[in-house]
Structures are given as C-alpha cells and as structure tokens.
C-alpha cells in the first residue's frame, strides 16, 4: 500500500512546465511528502521533499494544498532529460516507527516530447 | 564524493547457488536501506540499518534472506539459496538523517 495516487503517466513538451498531481488524502500531521524520480536504468534520486509549505530548489517545486491532502510537483521547464518515472511517497522519519513510509507505489511515467 | 557503491553491478547465477550483494554506503550516512525492484512489483524495501543495527526486516521475503553490516561502510545482502524469483534489481541507499535517501546504481540479479 503506497498510501498515495498519482497517474500512471503524463506527457508534455519540452520546455513546457509540469504539473505531476499526488493525492494522499490519509496523511498524518508529521507525514512529509518526498519526490524521487527515476532515470531509466538508473537508481531513485531525490527531488524534493516538504511538510507544509511550498518548497523550491533548483530541481522543481513542491505546492503542497492547505489540507495536506495532495501536493504537485512542478518541473518549470521540462527537457528531455526530465523524462523519467516521478514518485510521490508520504512519510515519516525513520526513527524506530517502521518503514510504512518508504514504499514507492508504481509512480507517474513522464513522457517529454520534443 | 563517489556516492553510494554496489557490486556487482550484474550477477548471473544458478538456482540454489549463493548471491551475496553489496554496498558502500556515502561517508557520514547513519542509515543505509536495501530495496528490491522488479515489474511487477515495483520498489520494494526489504531492510533498513540506523547505525549499523537492523531496524526493521519487515520486507524481507522470506529466511533465504539476510543482510548484515558490520561496519559503518559496509553492508550485505546475501541470498542462499537462490531461486529464479529472486531476479530483480537490487538497490542500496544511505541517508545521513533518515530523511532524503541516495541510492546507488544497483545490482541486476539474474537467478537461472
């Protein structure tokens, strides 16, 4: 049970930004939300990650809903290289309470069109 | 920093032989995870170590399975014996606070 939604896939054009939706709609108030993505043939990498509000890095950024019941990550300007499979993950830190937290689910597959 | 390290990177074996993976977690990291990725079932964790002690084994398939690490730098994942639904790509990931986790490249396992 990944304790969140997100679509199987999505597809956008190059340097167009996007907007990948995760529901979880049964977080818990120290729930943080993270993003990996994985390149094809390659590890998780982290992208993100925020409890409450809006966070920004130079990867993307992470729009979390007032009611903590979904978040969208946002990648401002797509490239080819962003084409990947984006996973959404609620969870906990790791401190003894189990690994709930750390299942990935199936993930969004974002496609980049040229 | 060469960041997380597995070997080896592929590994072709016969069913009921040994499989021992590895992993040389980044310097510093108090956490080390290992994962199991196949197409059905997506990214499973199997295990996660907090300094060196095992936290939660709860995703360990079944006694065939074993992970141990005996120092900071080092941990194994050991299949014995293997069996051909053990074929999977194998991740490790360290993490300095349990928080943002960086996995390595991974392990193709093939068990025949």
């Known amino acids: 049970d990944a304790k969140t939604t997100q679509p199987n896939s999505m597809e956008s054009n190059e340097e167009e930004p996007v907007h990948l939706p995760c529901n979880h709609s049964t977080i818990s108030g120290t729930d943080y939300i993270h993003w990996y993505r994985q390149l094809p043939s390659q590890g998780p990498e982290y992208v993100i990650h925020g409890l409450t509000s809006n966070v920004n890095n130079r990867m993307a950024s992470l729009a979390i809903a007032e009611d903590r019941k979904s978040s969208t990550l946002i990648l401002h300007r797509a490239t080819l290289r962003d084409a990947a499979v984006y996973y959404c993950i609620r969870g906990d830190k790791y401190s003894g309470g189990g690994a709930d937290g750390l299942t990935f689910g199936k993930g969004t597959h974002l496609i980049i069109q040229p | 920093d060469a960041g997380v390290i597995q070997s080896p990177r592929h590994e072709v074996t016969e069913m009921g032989q040994e499989v021992t993976l590895r992993c040389k977690p980044i310097s510093g990291h108090d956490y080390l995870f290992w994962y199991r990725q196949t197409m059905m079932r997506g990214l499973e964790l199997l295990i996660y170590?907090?300094?060196?002690?095992?936290?939660?084994d709860s995703g360990m398939p079944e006694d065939r399975f074993s992970a141990k690490m005996p120092n900071a730098s080092f941990s194994t994942l050991k299949i014995q014996p293997s069996e051909p639904r053990d074929s999977a790509v194998y991740f490790c990931?360290?993490?300095?606070?349990?928080?943002?986790?960086?996995f390595g490249p991974g392990t193709r396992l093939t068990v025949l």
């Open positions: 170590f907090n300094n060196n002690v095992p936290i939660d």
């Open positions: 990931a360290s993490s300095l606070d349990g928080d943002t986790q960086y």
